[in-house]
């Protein structure tokens, strides 16, 4: 809801169509002894190409056709026992001409479970909720705003 308040902002004709780059070789989810993959395909950066494309297209945002494209580069993911990083690479172009570029960092902690099978499933879920917090940085980011 978040995400879609913060689109709500962008001007009425913001349109974007969304590509994204291959998953990062440093690439490490496990927790305990537990590794999981990005829900879907298994693969994170197709995960966050789905989740920027949705929050986009709820929000009204999304064109396939686009003249202005969202590229996602995920850098690193990152979770383990209590703690989550992504670390992704965004760049907005209308044509050939670059709008925005920049970096975007975000980590998440919690309470690590004691049974490890509970851990690996609140690792799952915070994995999850940590995209939706790189992509609100994405769209509350005054840059990002402006290239719209």
Request: glycine share 4%; hydrophobic share 40%; proline share 3%.
């Amino acid at each position: 809801m978040a995400n879609q308040m913060t689109l709500a902002r962008l001007p009425a004709g913001a349109r974007y169509r969304v590509t994204t780059g291959a998953d990062p070789s440093s690439a490490q989810t496990s927790v305990r002894t537990i590794r999981f993959a990005a829900p879907g395909s298994g693969s994170w950066s197709s995960y966050l190409n789905e989740a920027l494309r949705t929050e986009l297209s709820t929000a009204g945002n999304y064109d396939s056709s686009a003249t202005e494209a969202i590229e996602a580069t995920l850098l690193d993911v990152h979770v383990s026992d209590g703690k989550a990083e992504l670390v992704a690479h965004f760049v907005v172009r209308r044509d050939q001409t670059i709008r925005y570029d920049k970096v975007l960092r975000v980590s998440k902690q919690w309470d690590s479970q004691f049974l490890a099978v509970l851990a690996a499933s609140d690792g799952l879920n915070q994995t999850s909720a940590i995209f939706q917090d790189l992509l609100r940085k994405l769209f509350e980011d005054p840059d990002f705003v402006a290239a719209a």
